[in-house]
Structures are given as structure tokens and as C-alpha cells.
């Protein structure tokens, strides 16, 4: 295991069952373990070998749960004979609520870690879509200009390079930091979405017709909805 827990901070977290009376968006979350897709976010601890927490397997939000880890399983993953469990030296201690991953597996609203306030995904119209310019085209190479997106948040303005077409109809949502960019296609059926932190672009999907229905569930979701579905895709 890379970056194994301090003594000092394995005894900080409470033992097993102690937390028990306090809901779930309210347990503390004192650890993070990591290696791929796989996290595990911990709450409890008995002092020798099992932990109580939270467990993303493999980016499978369906599947993710709260239950029992086997502290010393984690500390003997080998993946590909040498690539071990990491424990996040930067993780601020905060609740199962403040966390992207749970809210995202549980389907709760993401909360403010400094604030503890709901972040709700809403509608944003303080934006502006343009075509980059002729000297931006040519310096990546490209025979066609890409799209662009202007946009202001609380931290200043950001403009983005989209992977979207011409053709495409825009929705623009925000939910604490995050903008997210929909762009559909009705006439070639395929779907992208890409998320923006102010100067810096998170991730992104593209959906092509065939694989739509598989992913969102169907072909016709309102916007907001098909981003909360295709962001638990997201790596």
C-alpha cells in the first residue's frame, strides 16, 4: 500500500458501530483509499483489520454501497504485479454528503464543503457560443473552426474548445463548481456532454446513437436529467 495511514490517524476514527445513530449524509468520512476506478471512503474502524465505509468498485455507481472492508485485503492488492492501493495524503475529513462520488452513487445533492449548503444543479444562461478563430484553427491543425464557450463564474470568465458540431442544440447547467456542457444531435442521434471548472476542462463522454439508450435509459430525457445519468460514466 502506497502512503499507508498514520497510527495517529487510523486512532482517530471511530470504532465500528459508534456511528451508527447518525445518518448517512452525516458519518464523517476520515479516509480515502484509491487505485483506478475503485475507492473506498472510510468511516469506521475497529483498531486491527476492518474498516466500515463507503465502496465505488470500478467506476459502478449502481453497485456502490456502504459496508465492511478488510483493512488488510486492501493493503495486498497487486494490480498487474505492481500498482497498490493508494490512501489520499491531500483528503480533508468531511461528510458522506460533501463527497462527489457518494452523492453521485446515493442520488443526493452534493453539498458546500466549507458551507454544508446543497449544491443544485440549475440552469445557466451567462454564456456564449462562437467559433474560434481562423489563427486558433490553423495552430491545431484543423480544416474546420471548433466551437467555443464563454462562460462566468464566481471565480471570473473561461473560454473552452468544444468537441460539439455545428448542428448541435446546447444546454448549459451548473452545480457548485462544475459547468456542464450538453450538446445533442436529433438527426445523428448522439449525445456529449463535457464539465468545465473554470480554466480547467474535467472530463467528458460521447454517446453515439447505438449507445444512447444503453447509458441514459432512454432517447428523449429532459436535459438536467441526462447529465445526472451520463456524469456517472465519468472517470
Given at each position: ?20 445513530d ?16 475503485t ?18 468498485l ?23 504485479g ?41 440552469r445557466?444562461?451567462?454564456y ?26 464566481r ?46 476542462k ?34
Open positions: 500500500m502506497f502512503n499507508k495511514p498514520a497510527s495517529a490517524q487510523l486512532a482517530s476514527i471511530p470504532g465500528l458501530y459508534q456511528t451508527e447518525i445518518p448517512l449524509k452525516q458519518k464523517l468520512i476520515h479516509l480515502h483509499f484509491f487505485i483506478g476506478g475507492d473506498f471512503f472510510i468511516c469506521e474502524y475497529n483498531g486491527t483489520d476492518t474498516f466500515w465505509g463507503f465502496v465505488l470500478n467506476g459502478d455507481y449502481e453497485m456502490a454501497e456502504f459496508g465492511y472492508i478488510n483493512f488488510d485485503e486492501l493493503k495486498s492488492i497487486r494490480v498487474n505492481w500498482q497498490e492501493i493508494d490512501c489520499d495524503l491531500h483528503w480533508q475529513i468531511r461528510t458522506a454528503s460533501q463527497v462527489k462520488k457518494i452523492c453521485i452513487a446515493q442520488g443526493w445533492n452534493l453539498q458546500d464543503h466549507s458551507t454544508g449548503k446543497d449544491h443544485l444543479m440549475r445557466v444562461n451567462n456564449s457560443i462562437n467559433r474560434e478563430s481562423t489563427d486558433d484553427m490553423i495552430k491545431a491543425g484543423r480544416f474546420n473552426p471548433c466551437l467555443e464557450i464563454t462562460f462566468r463564474d471565480s471570473g470568465q473561461y473560454t473552452h474548445k468544444l468537441s460539439a458540431g455545428t448542428d448541435d442544440v446546447m444546454d448549459v447547467y451548473r452545480e457548485g463548481r462544475e459547468t456542464y456542457v450538453l450538446s445533442t444531435n436529433s438527426s445523428l442521434g448522439y449525445i456529449g456532454l463535457e464539465v468545465l471548472e473554470g480554466a480547467d474535467q472530463s467528458s463522454i460521447f454517446l453515439e446513437s447505438h449507445q444512447v439508450k444503453d447509458v441514459i435509459g432512454c432517447e428523449d430525457l429532459a436535459p438536467f436529467n441526462a447529465i445526472k445519468r451520463m456524469r456517472e460514466h465519468l472517470m
